[in-house]
């Protein structure tokens, strides 16, 4: 085991336990052991002065595409588990569009013994609904939960036989595991490479309209609750979504939500210049869009934060707009987007947005994560809330660099990162 760890000094926020306060943690045996003012160190224990930064439970997202087995150029598990760790984030959840896909147990289980062997994030492999990706035969469910999965989603694309969606909520339900629904009517987004709007027309691409979400997302939560599964809406963005996922929990439908940080901070605006590291699927949408979805995460019909992290070759960015792949990098930007966005800007606090990025997004998936209750899994992101720094792409530790953010002065950034008690990332030892 690693030895002993006592962080002095620096202001504790956990919202799991109402937590606000400059106080001492102590970390032993890959464990929480204390939290307290004046904390003893123990014998062999490495004390580090965190004074004047915040520690909080690692942050955790549902939705990385770490692109292994398969496409490995882009993204590996252990290089997307290190760009994790320097984003704060100690636990990940890996969608199942790899090649091939997620949808044995042997895959799951190839998928944990890479992150295992990696030794950076714990990764957390999310199975496919259907074989192959295909949409046409169920996975079996029972088999991917016992091997490890913690959720199941054919993300990437939607599954749209609603006979085969229910049975596979049915399923999910009896393992205690969520469904994560790329929610998209492909009849209307049809080939659609950026939002439906006024700036498609002047740029004279094919627009995706709202309606190819929000007819997704209503068939979603109708299916939810007829089979009383548990459903997770993956990226939301538009304003007709978040109103249909208010009124599904008003009925007592069992549906949480995410929203990842480019659609919080940027609209379609952010595509003019054809410039491909804006073009995301759902692509980014319209102001109102933008102000709807990011009022729904204050009110909290939005649960969380998820990154939705989609590596891509710099070769495969660089083709005309039409032909470039889906996809923004998020792991290593998100913290300082959201301070930034939401802190520094008055939506969320501090407190607040742990919650979204921490503790909300681990009691969605059941995982042992998002708190430093003493005894909890010591999984630690230590950060300068304060801190502005200039996104520079090529110091990322993700293989891929197509990021919208590149250039911009973000706010917060993580100093250390712990993961069972061991420090993985130290940006003041690092480089």
């Known amino acids: 085991m690693s030895r002993p760890i006592l962080l002095q000094g620096g202001r504790i926020i956990d919202p799991s336990q109402k937590l606000d306060e400059r106080l001492d ?7 929480v052991a204390g939290i307290g003012q004046a904390l003893e160190a123990p014998a062999g224990c490495e004390v580090l002065d965190v004074a004047g930064l915040i520690v909080a439970p690692g942050l955790v997202d549902l939705h990385v595409h770490l692109r292994e087995p398969g496409d490995e150029h882009k993204e590996t598990i252990a290089s997307g588990a290190r760009a994790a760790v320097a984003g704060g984030f100690t636990s990940v959840c890996a969608m199942p569009n790899t090649r091939p896909p997620i949808d044995d147990p042997a895959a799951v289980g190839f998928v944990r013994a890479q992150g295992e062997h990696a030794g950076f994030a714990h ?17 079996e469910i029972g088999e991917l939960g016992a091997a490890g999965a913690v959720a199941i989603s054919d993300d990437g694309r939607p599954v749209w036989d609603s006979g085969l969606l229910s049975r596979a909520l049915e399923y999910a339900s009896a393992f205690d595991i969520p469904y994560f629904s790329h929610s998209e009517e492909l009849g209307l987004s049809a080939k659609g490479v950026m939002n439906e709007g006024t700036i498609s027309t002047s740029l004279g691409l094919r627009g995706i309209p709202n309606a190819a979400e929000d007819a997704a997302v209503a068939r979603d939560c109708i299916i939810a609750e007829l089979t009383g599964g548990q459903l997770h809406i993956l990226h939301v963005s538009t304003r007709g979504a978040v109103e249909i996922v208010r009124a599904a929990k008003a009925r007592g439908v069992r549906v949480t939500a995410e929203v990842t940080p480019h659609h919080l901070s940027l609209t379609d605006e952010a595509v003019r210049g054809y410039r491909t590291e804006a073009k995301m699927n759902p692509p980014l949408r319209a102001a109102a869009d933008v102000s709807a979805v990011r009022d729904a995460l204050v009110e909290g019909v939005i649960d969380c934060i998820a990154t939705d992290h989609a590596p891509h ?3 495969d960015k660089e083709r005309e707009f039409d032909d470039a792949p889906f996809g923004v990098v998020g792991l290593e930007t998100a913290l300082g987007v959201c301070v930034r966005d939401l802190v520094v800007a008055g939506r969320l606090d501090l407190p607040e947005l742990i919650d979204r990025l921490s503790c909300r997004p681990a009691k969605i998936a059941g995982l042992p994560a998002g708190t430093l209750a003493e005894g909890s899994p010591a999984d630690v992101v230590v950060f300068d809330a304060e801190g502005r720094w200039t996104c520079q792409p090529e110091e990322f530790y993700s293989l891929s660099r197509n990021t919208p953010f590149a250039g911009q002065e973000l706010v917060g950034r993580v100093v250390m990162t712990l993961v069972s008690g061991r420090t993985v990332h130290n940006r003041r030892e690092d480089r």
């Not at 943690?25 to 464990?31: E, N, T």
């Not at 074989?131 to 996975?139: A, H, I």
């Open 313 to 315: 070759h710099y070769e």
């Open 123 to 139: 990764v957390y492999p999310v199975g496919a609904v259907s074989v192959g990706l295909k949409g046409e035969e169920m996975t």
């Open 25 to 31: 943690l102590l970390l032993v045996d890959g464990r």
